[in-house]
């Protein structure tokens, strides 16, 4: 077993193996990603979400970071300037002013079931799949970028530049805007998005409406934290140590 | 009489600029040759089907795909972009990567003819691109963040990072109740 292995088997470790004895037998995981048939539309019975260990993230999730450029081509845009780059992920520090606490938090899109950018996107674009990604559809994005504004976690970026060599999976253009999209494209081959697999010790993917899945059965007996909870857009996303 | 013969004249001579009109623009209007795709069908028969429909639908079926996937994420090879690129557009050509704005690419080289614009290479790329992602590993990653101009940190060393992080997690307690 690798270092990887074993950390995500002491992350997992816990409480999946409680799971596993009360449901089926222990030692045995249930394959959280299932990939869906090529040709069977995405369907509302899955819900996917993430959640993060921030404490177990050392690195801050810069390692998040680096693979979600690779996968996706980000953060590389020539001719912009820092303010203009693309954003998808981004590292968050926040300290607590009275212990001088700090914690650093990756923030992406956050997925949330009632997304303020859906509800405000002119054209449809902004929009959620049935499996509750949500993503834009850049082929009717018209870049009006009134999601952006609309967005608490500031979690989209606007394109402002011609860009060429993209990667075959993720098409990104100018006068578009765009945000993670929980790499729909590994998502659908049934592969764990790349932050995921980048920090597979701080981070674990799932189905949220599976109540036998490791997320939810971590969810139930541990909770998750939400980012700006108060504003109950029952998000995705969902982290530990903030 | 007269009337007649000047009617016939009139017809034969428009008929006359009518047929070396034609002829002119059957000489000019030969379609453009296509590059040869990379991958070729298994029977000529598979091959003239596809060009047929092709030649007439290509863009309804673009359509019709690019909205079942980014929707409802139906990946299949029919009709996707990707598969089309991957078959038509060689990797190199002349030791350069062809773009669309060569005149040689597949998709260009009939819509410069008809003068049609193309978008998908506004996002899409134009070339198949398939260098692979390297692996995707923790410790040889270079660590910038450019937005907030904090100093790249580096990794550190999984065994003291898991020490400190397994104390004040609260994963601790899970491993901790098991053990």
């Given at each position: 077993m690798n270092d990887i292995n074993s950390y995500r088997r002491k992350f997992l470790g816990g409480l999946a193996g409680t799971a596993a004895v009360a449901?089926?037998?222990?030692g045995i995981f249930l394959r959280e990603v299932q990939a869906k048939p090529a040709d069977e539309a995405v369907s509302d019975k899955v819900r996917w979400g993430m959640l993060i260990d921030t404490n177990k993230l050392d690195d801050g999730g810069d390692a998040c970071i680096e693979a979600c450029k690779k996968e996706h081509g980000w953060g590389n845009d020539p001719k912009s300037n820092d303010t203009q780059q693309a954003q998808w992920i981004r590292k968050v520090k926040v300290t607590e002013k009275m212990t001088g606490h700090e914690v650093t938090l990756p923030v992406m899109c956050?997925?949330?079931?009632?997304?303020p950018c859906v509800d405000v996107c002119p054209t449809g674009a902004s929009m959620k799949r049935a499996d509750g990604i949500v993503q834009v559809n850049k082929h009717i994005c018209i870049g009006c970028r009134y999601c952006m504004m609309a967005c608490p976690y500031k979690a989209r970026s606007f394109v402002h530049e011609t860009i060429v060599d993209q990667r075959p999976d993720t098409p990104r253009g100018k006068g578009t805007v765009e945000s993670c999209n929980m790499c729909v494209n590994r998502v659908d081959d049934g592969k764990n998005p790349a932050c995921v697999d980048a920090a597979p010790q701080a981070m674990l993917f799932g189905d949220l409406n599976d109540p036998d899945s490791e997320i939810s059965q971590i969810l139930k007996k541990f909770g998750g934290t939400q980012i700006?909870?108060?504003?109950?857009?029952?998000?995705g996303v969902r982290y530990w140590g903030i | 009489m007269l009337h007649k013969s000047i009617q016939s004249v009139i017809l034969t001579s428009l008929m006359f600029v009518l047929v070396t009109g034609l002829s002119a623009c059957d000489s000019n209007s030969k379609p453009p040759e296509l590059m040869k795709a990379v991958n070729q069908f298994k029977s000529d028969e598979i091959r003239d089907r596809h060009i047929e429909n092709m030649r007439i639908n290509h863009m309804d079926e673009l359509l019709h795909k690019r909205d079942e996937t980014v929707i409802n994420g139906i990946r299949t090879e029919d009709h996707s972009l990707k598969s089309c690129i991957n078959c038509h557009i060689p990797e190199q050509y002349n030791g350069k990567v062809l773009r669309s704005?060569?005149?040689?690419?597949f998709c260009s080289t009939c819509h410069n003819y008809v003068a049609q614009k193309i978008d998908c290479f506004q996002c899409h790329v134009d070339h198949p691109n398939n260098s692979k992602v390297s692996q995707i590993a923790p410790n040889d990653i270079i660590h910038t963040n450019a937005k907030l101009g904090t100093p790249s940190k580096k990794h550190l060393p999984s065994t003291v990072a898991e020490y400190k992080v397994e104390n004040l997690s609260k994963h601790k307690q899970v491993i901790g109740e098991k053990e």
């Open positions: 449901t089926i037998a222990p956050q997925h949330c079931e009632t997304a700006r909870a108060d504003l109950g857009l029952n998000t | 704005t060569d005149p040689e690419h």
